[in-house]
């Protein structure tokens, strides 16, 4: 596949059923309290940055460089394709006039003020006719300016989808953050050596977890809706799965698990084959036993 093009059954997601197991883990989670974030100066913004990029850096992933261009300079280019009625390909002539190929490192990054402690995007552009992905490319990544602990991990999170978009990495979308999810957490295992950080990022993503199984309870959702919700649970269950066999592994586990992910990010293998030798799957991942020992750790 080339990259950059979802193959036509990456949307085609079976929504979940909501199981006794995942009604469990609601209950269970029901008393976690929202952690309290302090806003930190916008003079750490570099040091946060750099943080969030030593997963990537002391385990020497390899990442691809992406396709760039300014968020604003592509909107002048698409007003001038108007006005100068081109068609799809002239537009794209036009585009790569002005695209730069850059290390993921060097994305700028634009701050939002509208996100929340825990926002951001990669911010791809997919670009096609008749439904058809013809061209990725990327502006600015995008992060919130309410900048925290967390930043670094967002940050991770981000350059990873970055990967994932370009390169093909994960074959099915309900599958599509679980590697996003196990680099924040990587990161904020990284970031600090008292594991603060990582338990202030895990009451945070259980506390999504929490909200979006009881989402789910809605017995009038869209199809569209059940699906993002089922991708937020599996996503967040597979790659709390995933961190713990990573984080309490030995040694040898620790280099094959970073080993296969650095594939996935390469686009040699999908996340789905990771996870499968991994043995995680949609119905294990459901199982109370992980998340009653995480919230005994957090409380």
């Known amino acids: 596949m080339k990259k950059g093009f ?8 079976q929504p979940i059923s909501l199981t006794s197991d995942l009604l469990d883990i609601a209950d269970m989670l029901q008393d976690l309290k929202q952690p309290r974030l302090s806003q930190l100066s916008d003079d750490d913004f570099n040091e946060l940055i750099y943080k969030g990029k030593l997963p990537f850096l002391n385990n020497s992933f390899d990442l691809t460089s992406i396709p760039f261009i300014p968020y604003d300079l592509l909107q002048k280019l698409e007003i001038i394709s108007k006005y100068k009625e081109m068609d799809f390909n002239s537009f ?3 585009i790569n006039n002005y695209l730069t190929t ?4 060097n994305i700028p990054i634009l701050s939002d003020d509208t996100l929340e402690f825990e926002g951001g995007y990669c911010n791809p552009m997919f670009l096609g006719v008749n439904g058809e992905i013809e061209k990725l490319i990327f502006t600015e990544f995008v992060i919130t300016n309410k900048l925290s602990i967390l930043t670094p991990g967002i940050y991770a999170h981000e350059i ?3 990967q994932l978009e370009f390169n093909n990495g994960v074959n099915n979308y309900i599958h599509s953050e679980v590697l996003p999810i196990f680099f924040d957490k990587l990161t904020a295992l990284y970031v600090d050596n008292n594991y603060e950080t ?13 909200k979006a199984i009881n989402s789910y309870k809605n017995t009038n959702l869209s199809l569209y809706q059940k699906t993002k919700l089922s991708m937020c649970i599996i996503s967040i269950l597979e790659a709390e799965k995933l961190f713990n ?3 309490y592994g030995t040694n040898n586990d620790k280099d094959n698990i970073i080993l296969k992910i650095n594939e996935v990010l390469l686009g040699n293998i999908q996340l789905e084959d990771l996870l499968k030798e991994n043995e995680i799957t949609i119905n294990n991942c459901q199982e109370k036993k992980l998340i009653k020992r995480k919230i005994g750790s957090l409380l």
Not at 6 to 11: A, D, E, R
Not at 102 to 105: E, I
């Open 160 to 162: 990873v989808h970055s």
């Open 198 to 210: 990582l338990k202030t990022n895990e009451k945070l993503r259980l506390i999504r977890l929490f």
């Open 92 to 94: 794209i002539d036009l």
């Open 245 to 247: 066999k990573y984080l």
């Open 6 to 13: 979802k193959s036509k059954s990456y949307y085609e997601v």
């Open 102 to 105: 850059l290390d993921p490192f």
